[in-house]
Each structure stands twice: as C-alpha cells, then as structure tokens.
C-alpha cells in the first residue's frame, strides 16, 4: 500500500463527520495532517476528532454553513491566522432524488446554495492564502453526474456539473501561482446516506434494494468511502504534483462500460 506523508501540512476538508469526509478525514490525519474539518453537524464531527486524536493524530472540528460565506470566511481566517492553509478538499455536499418535475425551486435552491455556492465559498477563502504562499492544493468531490445523464438526478446533476467546471477554470486561473486543483467523481459509494435512503423508500426491502444498486456499478457494488479517500491521499501528495485541471472517475467502470 502506498505511504504517504502530510507531516506540518494542514488540511481543510468540508463535511468531514460522515461519509466519503469521516474517511478523507482519518485517512489525512493518519498520514500526518493536520486536520480541520467543516461540517454543520458539530457532535457527528466532533466524535470523528475526538477518535483522530486518540490515535495521535491532529484534528479540529468547526460547526459551519458552507453555504454561508461569512461563516466561511471568518473559519478559515481563524485556521489561517496559526496555520497555512496546504490543501482545501470540497468535500460537503447534499443529494436530491427527482426529475425536473420532481425538483421544487426549494429543491433547486438548496442544492445550489450546499453544492455550488459552498464550493465557491470554500475557494473564495483559501485562494488568498494560496497565493500568497505560492503554494495550495484544492480537490473537490465532483460526480459521475457531472458528466453522464443519470435518471432522476435532475437537480444533483446540474449541481456536481458546476463542480466539475469550477475545477477547470480554478485550475486555469492560478496554475502560475503554484496552485493546483483536480476532482473527484465517484459513482455509487456504500454510505449511511444509502443505508438510509433504501430503509425510508424500501421498508422491508433493504437487502434486495442494496443488491440492485450495488449491480448499477459493472464492477458489481458499490465504491467504499475509504477507496474514495485513498484516491485523494494520492492526488494532493508529492507524486501527483504534475496533475492539475484533471477529473478522476472511480466507478467501477461505470461511465465506459454502462452503454
């Protein structure tokens, strides 16, 4: 298994208490980092601290809105006035389930406030210090939505879409300030988020529902948060340095084997 070293780095990772984040989270701070993670749910994130430090790791949790930026701002700037700010992984996000009919312009808006405006949140308050460092790293978890039709995904779609180009053009705009930025877009990955999905809509059904979603992945199930988090060890490390401006599928060979 590779190794690799985040020591006297520090690491920003939004909606770091559950998931695909709790992963990154752990997986960072076992690597060295000095982790501070982002979430509105302070007790969840908090738990996911309280065990990194018992293990010897670096870890801080902060109950922030994404979506609101002068909570951003005023989060970050207090991680910055102690730390530099080495890489940023624009991790929060919330799904929706439904077509465009299906999709309330309360819907639309909550995706967009969550998924796209606390994205741009995040960057529009590490970019600063990035560039006065002349240094920084920023990964962002796209979709395979972003680039594929997927049924009922209306609104999600639209949103991991945004991420997606949002990666580009950072990329564009500060690769001569020694800035790099790339993403992430998984397929289907085994979460509380799915436990819970397939109990609230297939009561009694878990286990046959489980089987089916898992199947959608040619691979034959669904991703494990911590593969997710293996990936972005990789691509803020040393060895990836030449990679910017750059998705990465992990998908089980979802986009190129699924038509």
Same mark, same amino acid.
């Given at each position: 298994?590779?190794?690799?070293?985040?020591?006297?780095?520090?690491?920003?990772?939004?909606?770091?208490?559950?998931?695909?984040?709790?992963?990154?989270?752990?997986?960072?701070?076992?690597?060295?980092?000095?982790?501070?993670?982002?979430?509105?749910?302070?007790?969840?994130?908090?738990?996911?601290?309280?065990?990194?430090?018992?293990?010897?790791?670096?870890?801080?949790?902060?109950?922030?809105?994404?979506?609101?930026?002068?909570?951003?701002?005023?989060?970050?700037?207090?991680?910055?006035?102690?730390?530099?700010?080495?890489?940023?992984?624009?991790?929060?996000?919330?799904?929706?389930?439904?077509?465009?009919?299906?999709?309330?312009?309360?819907?639309?808006?909550?995706?967009?406030?969550?998924?796209?405006?606390?994205?741009?949140?995040?960057?529009?308050?590490?970019?600063?210090?990035?560039?006065?460092?002349?240094?920084?790293?920023?990964?962002?978890?796209? &979709? !395979? +939505?972003?680039?594929?039709?997927?049924?009922?995904?209306?609104?999600? /779609?639209?949103?991991?879409?945004? $991420?997606? %180009?949002?990666?580009? &053009? !950072? +990329?564009?705009?500060?690769?001569?300030?020694?800035?790099?930025?790339? /993403?992430?877009?998984?397929?289907? $990955?085994? %979460?509380?988020?799915?436990?819970?999905?397939?109990?609230?809509?297939?009561?009694?059904?878990?286990?046959?529902?489980?089987?089916?979603?898992?199947?959608?992945?040619?691979?034959?199930?669904?991703?494990?948060?911590?593969?997710?988090?293996?990936?972005?060890?990789?691509?803020?490390?040393?060895?990836?340095?030449?990679?910017?401006?750059?998705?990465?599928?992990?998908?089980?060979?979802?986009?190129?084997?699924?038509?």
């Amino acid at each position: 298994m590779a190794s690799y070293n985040y020591k006297d780095k520090t690491v920003i990772i939004t909606g770091g208490g559950s998931g695909i984040g709790e992963s990154l989270s752990k997986k960072f701070a076992s690597s060295g980092a000095n982790v501070h993670i982002l979430d509105f749910q302070l007790e969840k994130t908090q738990e996911v601290v309280d065990e990194i430090l018992e293990k010897g790791g670096e870890a801080q949790a902060y109950e922030c809105d994404v979506a609101n930026q002068s909570q951003v701002k005023e989060t970050v700037q207090g991680i910055a006035a102690k730390n530099s700010i080495d890489i940023l992984i624009n991790n929060a996000g919330i799904a929706h389930v439904g077509n465009i009919e299906g999709t309330s312009e309360n819907d639309m808006d909550k995706l967009y406030r969550v998924n796209i405006k606390g994205v741009y949140n995040c960057i529009y308050a590490c970019i600063p210090k990035m560039k006065k460092q002349g240094t920084g790293i920023i990964l962002n978890m796209a &979709s !395979i +939505a972003s680039t594929v039709g997927i049924s009922d995904r209306f609104a999600y /779609s639209m949103t991991k879409g945004a $991420v997606l %180009t949002m990666t580009y &053009s !950072i +990329a564009m705009d500060y690769i001569g300030h020694g800035i790099r930025c790339n /993403s992430i877009s998984p397929a289907r $990955v085994h %979460t509380p988020f799915v436990d819970n999905f397939i109990a609230k809509n297939y009561p009694g059904e878990e286990k046959k529902m489980f089987e089916k979603l898992s199947k959608t992945q040619p691979i034959g199930r669904m991703a494990k948060p911590d593969e997710v988090a293996s990936l972005a060890l990789y691509l803020c490390s040393e060895e990836a340095s030449f990679i910017t401006g750059t998705d990465f599928p992990i998908d089980g060979g979802f986009i190129k084997l699924n038509g």
